[in-house]
């Protein structure tokens, strides 16, 4: 963000994912938790096991319905 803005981030998540990115918001990482826990979570599918110890997040492969937390992490 530092570097090349928003515009830099989305050119960069757009060539590592070949997503087109038209609509982006720029939040707080406990907004971001509290705007999924408002919404109820989010079911995602989680392509292969997550272990983070910092974050304390662990998660097995396959769908999964995420709290706002289980987001965040």
Same mark, same amino acid.
């Given at each position: 963000?530092? +570097?090349?803005?928003?515009? %830099? $981030? /989305? =050119? ?6 070949? $997503?087109? !990115?038209?609509?982006? =918001? !720029?939040?707080?990482f406990?907004? +971001?938790?509290? @705007?999924?826990?408002d @919404? %109820?979570? /989010?079911? /995602? *599918? $989680?392509?292969?096991?997550? *272990? ?6 662990? +998660?097995? =492969? ?8 289980? =987001?965040? %992490?």
């Amino acid at each position: 963000m530092s +570097f090349g803005g928003t515009s %830099g $981030i /989305v =050119a960069q998540v757009e060539s590592l994912t070949g $997503i087109q !990115i038209d609509y982006y =918001a !720029i939040t707080s990482f406990w907004n +971001f938790r509290n @705007l999924i826990h408002d @919404l %109820g979570g /989010v079911d /995602v *599918d $989680i392509p292969y096991p997550m *272990d983070d110890d910092y974050s304390k997040t662990h +998660f097995k =492969a396959g769908k999964k319905h995420l709290s706002g937390n289980q =987001a965040l %992490g």
